[in-house]
């Protein structure tokens, strides 16, 4: 029985050794890799920028950066992430503002439906994984549950469980730069221009007025330490129902804002009202639209 267990506890030893061996292997390609934006953005440093865009996926694919730069003389990047909720932005602007990137206003694309969440969207667990070792990665992290000890500590675990993300062909994909990247060197991405014929129903769209607001807040808090100008605004969208609560509420929402946080919020999500034209699904506008905002929106670039 004893040999047994002496046995079975080399065997455990071996296969954690081998395991640390995959993840420290795996990390080391992963941060020298530039395919996603995150990684990406990692590289970006000791930078000075007049204006960052930054949001999910809505803020990722609506505004042209190279034409903004191009009529205002302003340098900007788009530091958005696809998928991302105000939890992991609040992470990846600290982020960025650690690397030494010096930036003189942020343009934050936020949404009623997630301004006020305080968890990470399944789709945005991963994204982070190849820093999660770093401490400022873990410490925001470990708040959201017990199974981010787990991908910390248990080596290999968090590329395993999530191996269509950060499995051998991304390994492949970073050592040896197959594909080319998503976006431009600006950051941006822009939605093709489909068939879409405009949403089946519409939805309620408004903030709740009595959220706490955590990461939205902390993000606040985060421009004025870093003495940045922070302006809040919300892309179009093509489900959204426009009736008077609708317009009570943003009313409300940007008086709030202005009055107890000092922050400008811009709300452009009823601007092209339900028309498909400018839309590549019920939330994303195509690059015909995202060309069309952007000249919408650069007087407030050229301020």
Same mark, same amino acid.
């Given at each position: ?46 930078? +000075? ?53 010096? $930036? ?8 009623? /439906? ?14 982070? /994984? ?20 787990? =991908?910390? =500590? ?36 822009? =939605? ?19 959220? +706490? ?26 489900? $959204? ?19 107890? +946080? ?8 009823? $601007? ?10 019920? $939330? ?20």
């Amino acid at each position: 029985m004893k040999n047994f267990f002496i046995q079975l506890f080399k065997l455990l030893l071996i296969c954690y050794l081998l395991f640390w061996l995959l993840d420290e292997g795996f990390t080391y390609v992963f941060q020298k890799g530039n395919y996603t934006k995150i990684q990406w953005l990692d590289k970006v440093n000791n930078q +000075k920028f007049d204006f960052a865009v930054h949001g999910n996926s809505r803020a990722y694919t609506s505004l042209d950066l190279k034409m903004i730069e191009q009529q205002t003389k302003k340098k900007g990047i788009n530091i958005s992430v696809d998928g991302s909720s105000i939890t992991d932005q609040y992470l990846m602007l600290k982020l960025f503002i650690l690397k030494n990137n010096k $930036i003189k206003k942020l343009y934050l694309q936020i949404d009623p /439906f997630s301004s006020n969440t305080e968890e990470i969207f399944d789709f945005a667990v991963p994204k982070f /994984f190849p820093y999660l070792k770093e401490p400022v990665v873990f410490d925001h992290f470990k708040q959201f549950g017990y199974e981010w000890y787990a =991908y910390r =500590y248990i080596p290999f675990y968090r590329y395993a469980k999530y191996n269509t993300l950060w499995g051998i062909h991304e390994v492949i994909n970073d050592g040896f730069n197959i594909l080319p990247q998503d976006f431009d060197s600006y950051g941006d991405f822009f =939605y093709p221009d489909v068939a879409y014929k405009g949403p089946a129903k519409l939805r309620d769209l408004t903030f709740d007025l009595k959220g +706490k607001y955590k990461f939205l807040n902390d993000i606040i808090s985060l421009c004025k330490a870093n003495k940045i100008e922070l302006i809040l605004f919300t892309a179009p969208v093509a489900d $959204i129902k426009i009736d008077e609560q609708y317009k009570q509420n943003i009313a409300e929402f940007t008086l709030q804002m202005k009055r107890d +946080k000092g922050v400008e919020y811009l709300n452009f999500g009823d $601007i092209y009202q339900h028309d498909p034209t400018f839309f590549y699904n019920e $939330i994303h506008i195509n690059q015909k639209g995202a060309e069309d905002f952007t000249r919408r929106m650069m007087p407030v670039f050229a301020r």
